[in-house]
């Protein structure tokens, strides 16, 4: 019977530990997620940047291409 005393005062101690721990886990994993997201929009605006600079391109490219050839039926 002593010992069954022994064990119940140790249960709560364990039960608190495990609950301290998982608390902190949350808490970690909380941050794996918050910088996830950050990391998530860095990455989407670099994609948008991305995909303006090639439209930008591609319509330089076809303004230049206009152009030439233009002046060329033109004779100018």
Do not use: H
């Amino acid at each position: 019977m002593a010992q069954a005393t022994g064990d119940t005062n140790e249960a709560p101690e364990q039960t608190q530990q495990i609950l301290t721990e998982i608390r902190e886990l949350r808490q970690e994993v909380e941050q794996a997620n918050k910088k996830t997201d950050e990391f998530n929009q860095r990455f989407d605006n670099y994609q948008k940047a991305t995909q303006w600079v090639v439209q930008l391109a591609f319509s330089l490219i076809a303004a230049a291409t206009v152009t030439v050839i233009v002046s060329t039926v033109l004779g100018r």
